[in-house]
């Protein structure tokens, strides 16, 4: 394997992680935990525990010996039956709770160690898995959650999401990167995958090829947020889907055997594409891989940041889409259930998770439509949010993240329900709030974005945000701009009402929040 050839021989360059990496495989972790869960936490070492994220579990704070797990759910494709058995787990060991993430995953708290297998047992029963959603390897595929359905699409990619997962998942090929790697496939013309954060990203295009239009992608790479963020870079290429897989392997490959190692906060596949240069990086990827077809229509024609709410039709005639909020993420296993029986009662068993930390009831006939908005679990998780809390994301913050510096889940939902009350917009505002510089909760890409810090006050250090406006994605895509100033975490309100009122008030027709 390249990754051996290039750096065994170089440990002197290597950080402790990847010492740490090249002494065992982070895999290797897995078979463990079964044992772990028989001799108890106490026995776990420092470097397993580590390891863990390989698992998709992390300890959660404080660290008391319980831990958040999170699920890949490939492009938010649930079923009713994988959706149940993620209930129960919730419901057995999770304390209730089922949180929604930026990237469609699953994520569940307070989990113990003699609980792991049993709980990855139940995954598997239903074909899914927590394994490689955490770790310095290719984490869940993110997409369209519409893939199948959608009027906005060129071509179904579920088939593809599967394939990628398919290669990626528990393959020791690739389960030592330098960093962690996320790839994003849609083909959705309003960019619901999110390409521009992703390391590796496809999106929709066409090209004419010996006289026939060809539907297939364009290729991203080098995207993704944290403390720097990098715009992804798109290559001079044209993908079929059938070469889709093969290049996500190139792609792979060249970050596995090129990608930085020396220094953590410097080893993503950004820093690697910023150096080279797509021109350079292409160059490499057809040495792996063999020519390409070059660059042909662009078929991307906006934005999307992952909303749905609402009743929508279906590419199938008479069906209907039906996209509910889930406030800032988060629900109960006994609504996911419930969600569960809607899905199979009014639909066809499947729902769809959003990285906007929302969800999505598929394919109700146009006469059960009515019916399904009369449930009660809709009172709670409506399809027709007030403006700031339909908008409104969270990371986890400092109720079970070690990282955290300031508690974000609850604030923002409160933050979001007052503004819902005291500001008339006609469009909406969409804020992000994150606990700490990294960017679970994608910050970065937010109309407001709300990054945890601390202030000295005279009663001690209190919670605060910096704030940050102008994020989006797509034509203009940009991350967000800091603001002067810090603010304390209870007097965020006092600071949105006047920004918010001085936008309606200077707002000039057909602009939008990113270009105040
Ligand atoms: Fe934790 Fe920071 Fe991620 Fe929030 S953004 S979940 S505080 S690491």
């Given amino acids: 394997m390249g990754y051996t050839a290039i750096w065994a021989n170089n440990k ?126 290719p984490r869940t595929i993110v997409g369209n959650p519409l893939a199948g359905l959608d009027r906005d699409e060129l071509m179904d990619t579920t088939p593809l999401v599967q394939a990628l997962s398919d290669t990626f998942l528990m393959n020791r090929d690739f389960s030592n990167l330098p960093r962690k790697y996320k790839i994003s496939i849609s083909s959705n013309i309003y960019n619901a995958g999110h390409a521009e954060i992703n390391d590796l990203a496809f999106t929709p295009a066409t090209k004419v090829i010996n006289g026939e239009e060809v539907i297939g992608f364009h290729v991203w790479v080098g995207g993704g947020l944290s403390a720097r963020p990098f715009l992804a870079q798109q290559l001079d290429a044209f993908v079929r889907p059938e070469e889709v897989v093969k290049v996500a392997i190139g792609v792979t490959t060249i970050f596995r055997d090129y990608g930085y190692r020396q220094k953590r906060n410097h080893a993503r596949l950004k820093f690697l594409v910023a150096d080279w240069g797509a021109e350079k990086f292409l160059g490499k990827l057809k040495e792996q891989i063999g020519e390409l077809e070059t660059r042909g229509q662009d078929r991307t024609i906006g934005w999307n940041a992952g909303y749905f709410t609402g009743v929508h039709k279906q590419r199938q005639e008479g069906l209907n889409y039906i996209g509910l909020s889930v406030p800032v993420g988060r629900m109960s296993a006994q609504e996911l259930e419930e969600l569960a029986r809607l899905a199979d009662e009014y639909g066809n068993g499947s729902l769809r998770t959003c990285n906007s930390q ?75 709030m994150v606990g700490c510089p990294n960017a679970c909760g994608q910050r970065q890409i937010a109309d407001i974005g709300f990054q945890g810090a601390l202030i000295k006050t005279e009663t001690g250090m209190k919670d605060a945000f910096d704030i940050y406006i102008g994020g989006t994605l797509g034509e203009n895509a940009q991350f967000n701009q800091k603001l002067k100033g810090r603010v304390l975490g209870d007097q965020l309100h006092r600071v949105l009402l006047p920004l918010l009122a001085y936008y309606k008030e200077e707002k000039q027709t057909g602009e939008s929040f990113f270009q105040f």
Wanted: aromatic letters at 8%; hydrophobic letters at 40%; proline letters at 3%.
């Fill in 358 to 432: 929302n969800i999505v009831i598929t394919s109700v006939s146009d006469e059960k439509v009515e019916a399904l908005l009369q449930e009660n679990v809709l009172k709670r998780l409506t399809p027709f949010p007030q403006h700031f809390s339909a908008f409104a994301v969270s990371c986890t913050g400092i109720e079970f993240c070690n990282l955290a510096i300031v508690e974000t889940k609850e604030r923002m939902r409160q933050l979001a329900g007052y503004l819902d009350e005291h500001v008339e917009l006609d469009e909406p505002i969409r804020m992000h």
């Fill in 12 to 137: 002197e360059k290597l950080n402790k992680n990847e010492l740490a990496k090249l002494e065992k495989d982070g895999l290797d972790v897995i078979e463990d935990i079964y044992d772990y869960a028989k001799t108890g936490f106490d026995s776990i070492t420092p470097d397993d525990m580590d390891r863990f994220k390989w698992a998709g579990v992390y300890q959660q704070r404080p660290k008391d010996g319980h831990f958040m797990m999170r699920v890949r759910i490939p492009s938010g494709n649930l079923s009713t039956d994988q959706a149940r058995v993620l209930a129960g787990i919730a419901n057995d060991y999770g304390r209730d709770l089922v949180d929604i993430t930026t990237r469609q995953a699953i994520q569940f708290h307070w989990l113990r160690v003699e609980q792991l297998p049993d709980i990855f047992e139940r995954l598997a029963s239903v074909g899914l898995s927590s394994f490689e959603a955490c770790g310095d390897c």
